[in-house]
């Protein structure tokens, strides 16, 4: 059975790359990355609840899920070719994070994932590095001592989307 919004980082991440490889797309990291963000970012705007329960971090390169960043670091730059695991306390094994998202909420995120997943991971980028957008308030208005793990809240993901949502990528 499906469950429902907002969902592990890691399930909405399989979920791309099952449906990358359906299409034959490599993804990496940081595209990965940009597009759970927009998929994120889109969702709060159109349904006012975020996506994803896992918090957002204003990292260099743009916004990032740890989550996300630690299930797949080995991958560097490369293609992902693999899904993220969970450890399950009881057993202390790891298994795969199920990817069973509402038929709904997958068609938003197929839909995100059609409209952004020919972008190059630098083009994605400079989206999430636009004057104005969450990352760029909290990176250039932090000192520059302590950038590390800068939360961006849901809440300014929130007014960013719905202030740019003419440009929303699905109706």
Do not use: C
Not at 78 to 102: C, F, H, M, W
């Amino acid at each position: 059975m499906a469950s429902t919004a907002p969902y592990d980082a890691r399930a909405v991440a399989n979920f791309l790359l099952d449906l990358a490889d359906s299409r034959g797309v490599a993804l990496t990291q940081v595209t990965l990355l940009k597009l759970i963000y927009f998929a994120h970012g889109w969702y709060l705007a159109a349904h006012g609840k975020p996506l994803v329960s896992h918090d957002f971090e204003a990292w260099q390169y743009g916004p990032v899920l740890k989550v996300i960043r630690d299930a797949f670091k080995q991958f560097g730059p490369s293609p992902i070719t693999s899904r993220a695991n969970k450890l399950v306390l009881q057993t202390g094994e790891y298994i795969r994070v199920k990817s069973d998202l509402l038929n709904t909420d997958a068609s938003f995120v197929t839909a995100i994932f059609e409209e952004y997943a020919n972008f190059t991971p630098w083009q994605l980028s400079e989206m999430t590095h636009e004057p104005g957008s969450p990352w760029h308030r909290i990176w250039h208005t932090q000192e520059a001592v302590g950038r590390i793990a800068l939360r961006i809240r849901n809440d300014d993901i929130l007014a960013h989307f719905a202030s740019i949502g003419h440009r929303m990528p699905i109706s």
